[in-house]
């Protein structure tokens, strides 16, 4: 079961995304405050983190900056939920390194295809691959590519070269 760790000051945002997220058979952890939730990813090791912006003690950006600071944290998918939607917010999230960044009010799908999305993306990191061609194979299939790439190459033309035709 994969762990979450929900950073949001809003009691009432709080438990209904944490309803939500256990729904899904997520494991969530929660903090009231950006302090709280960096010692809980310190000592828990989320999975994944879903952290609001403007909180009090420490905001979402001092908690983003202080765990990327920490190396046992530092590549822990970070995703913003925030009420803050101007585009200099959303560049600052992201220029930061957050992985995401969805906006208040939100739909419980769009916060769970975020999450899936980034725990897929993880998972595939973590894979070792084989080397030479049976890895790329592995590539493909565990990244769901395959199709993309005959898709790409369907209806293409093949053209073949000599050695030393000028081309």
């Known amino acids: 079961m994969k762990k979450i760790l929900l950073i949001e000051d809003n009691d009432e945002i709080r438990e209904n995304t944490a309803e939500i997220l256990e729904l899904s058979s997520y494991k969530v ?4 405050n950006g302090k709280r939730g960096v010692e809980l990813a310190i000592e828990n090791r989320p999975d994944l983190i879903v952290c ?3 909180m009090p003690v420490l905001d979402g950006y001092g908690v983003l900056m202080t765990l990327q600071k920490n190396p046992d944290t530092q590549n822990i998918p970070f ?3 925030t009420a803050k939607a101007e585009r200099n917010d959303f560049r600052k999230g992201m220029e ?4 995401d960044y969805i906006t208040k009010p939100f739909e419980g799908s ?19 691959l084989n080397a030479g061609m049976e890895g790329v194979d592995q590539l493909l299939f565990a990244s769901g ?3 993309t790439l005959k898709s790409m190459t369907e ?9 030393k035709q000028q081309i």
């Open 96 to 99: 930061l390194g957050a992985d």
């Open 145 to 147: 590519g395959r199709e």
């Open 29 to 32: 952890l929660t903090a009231e």
């Open 110 to 128: 769009e916060l769970l295809n975020a999450i899936q999305r980034r725990l897929r993306k993880v998972d595939l990191l973590k894979q070792e």
């Open 79 to 81: 995703i913003f939920l």
């Open 155 to 163: 209806g293409r033309n093949i053209i073949k070269y000599k050695k």
């Open 52 to 54: 609001d912006i403007m």
